[in-house]
């Protein structure tokens, strides 16, 4: 059973940085899609930023130029780096790896969380 670990959040001030990273305990970032997630109190989990296998990116509009997604294979490990944050960016973040049927280890993978709260 794959296995994702996040560190990484913590509390910064407005304008900001931080890095969040994703530890698989398997090999299964090559053909997968992964991305990261968040959740605010009180409002539905959105997707922040995605990659494809192929190393597309993907944003949300309101994490765009600010946030970067990226991987590093041989590490197994993913990362979400967060510049100018903003205190709405507070949330819950969650990152996720989905494999297709056709893959060794299919499925829908979550790390349990990290909370990033941006607060003066």
């Known amino acids: 059973q794959v296995q994702l670990v996040e560190s990484g959040g913590g509390l910064v001030q407005p304008g900001g940085s931080l890095r969040l990273s994703c530890a698989a305990s398997?090999?299964?970032?090559?053909?997968?899609?992964m991305g990261w997630y968040r959740q605010a109190p009180g409002k539905q989990r959105e997707l922040v930023a995605a990659?494809?296998?192929?190393?597309?990116?993907n944003y949300a509009e309101s994490v765009k130029g600010r946030f970067t997604i990226s991987r590093d294979n041989a590490k197994n490990t993913m990362y979400l780096q967060m510049n100018s944050l903003k205190p709405e960016d507070t949330a819950v973040y969650y990152c996720?790896?989905?494999?297709?049927?056709?893959?060794?280890?299919?499925?829908?993978?979550w790390g349990q969380g990290t909370q990033v709260t941006v607060s003066s």
């Open positions: 996720n790896v989905r494999r297709g049927p056709g893959l060794a280890m299919p499925g829908d993978y």
């Open positions: 398997g090999r299964i970032f090559s053909l997968s899609l």
């Open positions: 990659m494809t296998s192929g190393s597309t990116t």
